[in-house]
C-alpha cells in the first residue's frame, strides 16, 4: 500500500515532530509534486495537524495563537520551496532539442522568431560582407489585422496568420530567410542580391498575394499589407539598425496608403523623429483641452439655405497651431487614441447641437463622422446612448457618417451597432461613397438615411465627364433608395449648377462656407433667419 492509503490514519496521530518529520520523507516529497492539487491539500492538512497538537499544551491569551502561527511557518517553509521549484524542474526535464524549439521559433507559424532571426540576420550580413554583395530586408505588416482580431475573434486571427505565412513563403526564394517579430508582423530576408530592385519585386508580389481574399470558416476576408524596405549596407552595418530601417519604411507606407511598400532613406529617419514628437504631444492633447470642433455648412441648393452641419475636429496644438484632422488622426487610429478623441468629438457635437436646439436656430441636423475603428472596437452603440443623455440632445438631429469600407465591412456585429444606433433615432449617413468598393446588395440592407459623393467625382466638373456620370449614377441611386444624396467639395458656382441640373438637393463645400468655430457658425445661422444667404469662401482643395 502506498503513503496515500496509510496517511488519514497516521495523521491524528502525529504531534509537531512527527508532521515535519514527515515533510521531508522523501516519498511524501515525491507524492507531493505529482499532481498540483496534492500540495494545496497537504497544507492545510498541517495546519490542521499543528492546532490539534498545540491545543493539550495549555497555552493561552496571544501566545498559543503566535506560538501556533510560528510552528506553521516553520513547517511549511521547506513544502513551499519545494513547489515553487516544481515548475522549474518540469520545464528542465524537457528535452534540449526541444527547449530550442520553444525560445528560437513562433508556435503558430514554425517560423523563426525575433531572437534567432537576430542570430540569422547577423550570419547573413558576414557572409554578404566576405562576397561584397548587398542584403535587403523587408519589414511586413499587415494593414487590417487587429480589426479582425478584435471583432472575430483570435481563433480568425490565428487562422489568417497562418494563411498569410504560408503566401509570403510562396513569393521568396528558398534561400530567404522568413521571420514573425510578433502579433501581425514578419521579416524576409533576402541575401545574395545582384539587383536591389529584387527587393521591390518581392515586395510587390508578396502585396499581391496578401490582397487576394482569405476564405476562413466561411467568411471572405480581405488583409491587405504594408511593406518596409531596407539594404545592407547602405542602411545599416548590423541586425538591429538594418531592422529598424525597414520598421521606419513601413511605417511611412502605411501612413501613405495600405498595400503599398516604401524604400527607406535618410529624409524617413528625420521623418521618424518628428511623428514621435507628434505622437508624444497628442497622447496629453485631450486632457490638456486642445482639441475643438469646426462647423462646416450643409445647404439647400435650391434655396441656398443652412440645413445642416458637419462637425470636424482641429489639433489647437501649441507650437503648431491649428492642426488639420488628416495629419493626427491616421496617427491615433494607430496608436489606439482614437476611441476616447471619437468619443470627445461625439459628445462635444451633441452638447452644442442640443444647445442650438435651445436658441431655436434653425439648424435640422449636425453630422459627426465616425472612424471604423470605434465601431469595430467598442460598444459603440452604448456611446452614442450616453451621449444623447448626457447632453439631452434630440437624437434625430444627430447624423453618424460611416466610411463606405467599414459599412462595406460586412460583419454581423457592424448590422447589429447600424441597427441599434437607428433604435436611438440617430440618423447614419454613408460618407465617400464612390472612393472604395461597394456592394448594392449590401448597402440595401443597411438602414441609411442618406449618401455622400466622394468630393473626388465633383472636383473636376464640368471637365469630367466620367465623374459627372457617377455623380449623376449615385444621385439616381439614392432616389431609388429613398435616400437622401450630398455632394461634397463644392467650390464654384458652376459645379453647384450641374449638381442642381442633375437634381442634387443638399451640397457642402468651400463655394458655400468654409469650416468655422461654433461661434462664427451660430452667426452664420442667424444671418440666414434674417434673410441673408450662406456665406461663401474661397475656393480650397481640404475639405475638413
Known sequence: MSIEDHLPAILPALGVSGLFALTLYPPFMAWTTRASWKPFLLFFLLVFGVLAALHPLGFSGLGQPFFAAAVVALLCAPFLVRLQHHSGAAARDLPPERLDVLSQYDPLTGLPNRLLLTELLEHGIRGELRERRKLAVLYIDLDRFKVINDTLGHRIGDAVLAQASARIRDQVRGSDLLARLGADEFIVVMTGMEDPADANRVAQKVIEALSRVFRIEGQELFVGASIGISLYPD??????????????????????????????????????????????????????????????????????????????????????????????????????????????????????????????????????????????????????????????????????????????????????????????????????????????????????????????????????????????????????????????????????????????????????????????????????????????????????
Not at 445642416?308 to 489606439?336: D, K, N, T
Not at 443623455?389 to 463606405?404: F, G, Q
Not at 442667424?526 to 474661397?538: D, E, I, V
Open 235 to 544: 542602411d545599416g552595418n548590423d541586425a538591429v539598425d538594418l531592422v529598424k530601417a525597414a520598421n521606419i519604411a513601413m511605417c511611412h507606407a502605411k501612413q501613405q496608403n495600405t498595400n503599398g511598400f516604401l524604400r527607406f532613406t535618410k529624409g524617413l529617419d528625420a521623418g521618424s523623429v518628428e511623428r514621435f514628437a507628434l505622437e508624444n504631444d497628442l497622447r496629453h492633447a485631450l486632457q490638456r483641452g486642445q482639441f475643438i470642433l469646426y462647423y462646416q455648412p450643409q445647404v439647400s441648393v435650391p434655396e441656398g439655405r443652412i440645413l445642416g452641419a458637419e462637425a470636424l475636429i482641429r489639433w489647437q496644438h501649441p507650437s503648431l497651431g491649428l492642426v488639420e484632422p488628416a495629419r493626427f488622426i491616421p496617427l491615433a487610429e494607430e496608436i489606439g487614441l482614437i476611441l476616447p478623441i471619437g468619443e470627445w468629438v461625439l459628445r462635444e457635437a451633441a452638447r452644442q447641437t442640443r444647445e442650438w436646439a435651445r436658441r431655436n436656430a434653425g439648424l435640422e441636423w449636425v453630422s459627426v463622422n465616425v472612424s471604423g475603428v470605434q465601431i469595430l472596437r467598442s460598444n459603440f452603440s452604448d456611446t452614442v446612448y450616453g451621449a444623447i443623455v448626457e447632453s439631452r440632445c434630440n437624437p434625430a438631429m444627430l447624423e453618424l457618417e460611416i466610411t463606405e469600407s467599414t459599412a462595406m465591412h460586412g460583419t454581423e456585429h457592424i448590422n447589429e451597432v447600424f441597427e441599434r444606433i437607428r433604435s436611438l433615432g440617430v440618423r447614419l449617413s454613408i460618407d465617400d461613397l464612390g472612393a472604395g468598393y461597394s456592394s448594392l446588395s449590401r448597402l440595401r440592407r443597411l438602414p441609411l438615411d442618406k449618401l455622400k459623393i466622394d468630393q473626388a467625382f465633383i472636383r473636376e466638373l464640368p471637365c469630367n465627364r466620367q465623374d459627372a456620370a457617377i455623380a449623376r449614377a449615385i444621385l439616381a441611386l439614392g432616389r431609388s433608395m429613398d435616400l437622401e444624396v450630398i455632394a461634397e467639395g463644392v467650390e464654384n458656382r458652376e459645379q453647384m449648377e450641374i449638381l442642381a441640373g442633375m437634381g442634387c438637393r443638399i451640397a457642402q463645400g468651400y463655394y458655400f462656407g468654409v469650416p468655422m468655430p461654433a461661434q462664427e457658425f451660430e452667426a452664420l445661422l442667424l444671418q440666414g433667419k434674417q434673410g441673408g444667404t450662406a456665406a461663401t469662401g474661397p475656393a480650397r482643395t481640404d475639405h475638413g
